[in-house]
């Protein structure tokens, strides 16, 4: 069973601010299935990112994604008060089918 | 746009069977390439994958639910449902519904059920 470990589990930044999150894989996978969501209280989950890199629809560009192999980075340039939020990446294994999450970093104002 | 919303018993006895409906509207869940899936999220454990369901009814679920995952589609109604049974407390948890495109991410998500497990 893969592990997706987040880092670090809690940010404290200011708006205007880059914010880095890490999500580091326990073996190697491929970037195809990994995605990356942001959760605010009360609410469900909202995907930001798919295949590593890709913005969902209606996603602002201040979000990106990159990485392969093991490591895997969401990045948010300039941070407006909305972002702050948990962050989630979300892994998809084939054998057998499962999807994994991370355990999440919560993106607090500093 | 699709939606989805979750309905079912917010309090459930251990043992039991806890049962949940998902009720999918602006979409077939029948039609396209889409799986459904079952997420749950405990104050503990984070957010927890549970299982998906395909349009022809093919199912995957947990391995770490050893086997108490059922999933159904009601196509007439456009709903799909989860029974999981024998429940302990550890089975508490906040559960959505969500659209899962191709293998790789959930893009649309219900806005989630409360289910206690508790005598």
């Known amino acids: 069973e893969i592990v997706l470990t987040q880092t670090p589990g809690t940010l404290s930044l200011s708006p205007g601010e880059r914010a880095t999150l890490s999500c580091r894989a326990s073996?190697?996978?491929?970037?195809?299935?990994l995605s990356w969501y942001q959760q605010k209280p009360g609410q469900a989950p909202r995907v930001l990112i798919y295949?590593?890199?890709s913005r969902a629809t209606g996603i602002p560009d201040r979000f990106s994604g990159s990485g392969s192999g093991t490591d895997f980075t969401l990045t948010i340039s300039g941070l407006e008060p909305e972002d702050f939020a948990v962050y989630y990446c979300?892994?998809?294994?084939?054998?057998?089918?499962?999807?994994?999450f991370g355990q999440g970093t919560k993106l607090e104002i500093k | 746009q699709v939606q989805l919303q979750e309905s079912g018993p917010g309090l459930v006895k251990p043992s039991q069977t806890l049962s949940l409906t998902c009720t999918v509207s602006?979409?077939?869940?029948?039609?396209?390439?889409?799986?459904w899936s079952w997420i749950r999220q405990s104050a503990g454990k984070g957010l927890e994958w549970i299982g998906r369901?395909?349009?022809?009814?093919?199912?995957n679920s947990n391995p770490s639910l050893k086997n108490r995952v059922t999933m159904s589609m009601d196509t007439s109604k456009n709903q799909f449902s989860l029974n999981l049974s024998s429940v302990t407390a550890a089975d508490t948890a906040v559960y959505y519904c969500?659209?899962?495109?191709?293998?790789?991410?959930?893009?649309?998500w219900g806005q989630g059920t409360l289910v206690i497990v508790s005598s």
């Open positions: 969500a659209r899962l495109i191709g293998y790789s991410y959930h893009d649309s």
């Open positions: 602006g979409d077939s869940i029948i039609s396209g390439s889409y799986y």
């Open positions: 369901i395909y349009a022809r009814g093919n199912t």
């Open positions: 073996q190697s996978v491929s970037s195809s299935y």
């Open positions: 295949g590593a890199s």
């Open positions: 979300q892994l998809y294994g084939s054998s057998p089918p499962r999807y994994t």
